[in-house]
């Protein structure tokens, strides 16, 4: 348990459902993060917020859209996706130049 | 080129023997440098944290080359258990933001 904690830990969605996946840290960082992992593929960075802000935007296409309401809590709302979306999605939480943490993920199936 | 590259491996690696490999960056400028271990199907989980003089956990061994711009882990007397995907972690604290970058991965898979 890393006190990174994300919601649902699978989903399977049809490519015309609208969903979200949750991630929570009370680990007080101040930096949190969303990672998409393919089969035998690298992790690749999706957004980052700092400080409740979005700093990094990694060339994500706008069915993804990512919410962080507070520092303790980021969303990460997905609406009319396609099969190749399929992944597992990674949240992580981090201060500074620290180590990060990551949850457990979420693994998306895209039908 | 890209940012934090890995030899994906597999490094086949007997049981009891060391393995070592490297990890090379591209950004001079990064500040913090990590080694984490992912299992199958599993989240990423902090190895260790490799500091400018070097740092030894148990059977691990983390060396940094800022010239070189490359971190390395060694892992000694390996163990069955320590077959896993090996991620260089690099990470950058820009203006804005904090910024980690993941290499692909080495794989490495310990036999009998």
């Known amino acids: 348990e890393t006190g990174v904690t994300q919601t649902p830990r699978h989903l399977v969605m049809g490519m015309t459902n609208k969903k979200s996946l949750k991630c929570e840290q009370h680990l007080g960082h101040n930096a949190m993060y969303w990672y998409k992992q393919s089969a035998k593929k690298p992790l690749e960075l999706m957004f980052v917020?700092?400080?409740?802000?979005?700093?990094e935007n990694n060339s994500v296409p706008s069915r993804f859209s990512p919410e962080c309401p507070n520092s303790s809590h980021l969303f990460l709302h997905l609406h009319t996706l396609q099969p190749e979306d399929s992944a597992l999605y990674l949240c992580?939480?981090?201060?500074?130049?620290?180590?990060?943490?990551f949850g457990q993920g979420t693994r998306l199936t895209v039908v | 080129r890209k940012e934090v590259e890995q030899d994906p491996g597999p490094f086949n690696v007997p049981e009891g023997a060391t393995v070592a490999f490297n990890c090379t960056y591209s950004n001079s400028a990064s500040q913090s440098f990590f080694w984490y271990r992912q299992d199958c199907r599993k989240e990423p989980k902090l190895l260790m944290s490799?500091?400018?003089s070097g740092n030894e956990d148990g059977r691990f061994t983390a060396q940094l080359n800022r010239a070189s711009q490359y971190i390395s882990l060694l892992i000694r007397d390996s163990k069955l258990s320590d077959s896993a995907t090996y991620l260089c972690?690099?990470?950058?604290?820009?203006?804005?933001?904090?910024?980690?970058?993941f290499g692909g991965g080495t794989r490495v898979l310990v036999k009998p």
């Open positions: 992580a939480s981090r201060s500074w130049d620290t180590e990060a943490f």
């Open positions: 490799v500091y400018s």
């Open positions: 917020y700092s400080l409740e802000e979005r700093v």
């Open positions: 972690v690099v990470g950058d604290v820009q203006a804005a933001g904090n910024k980690l970058t």
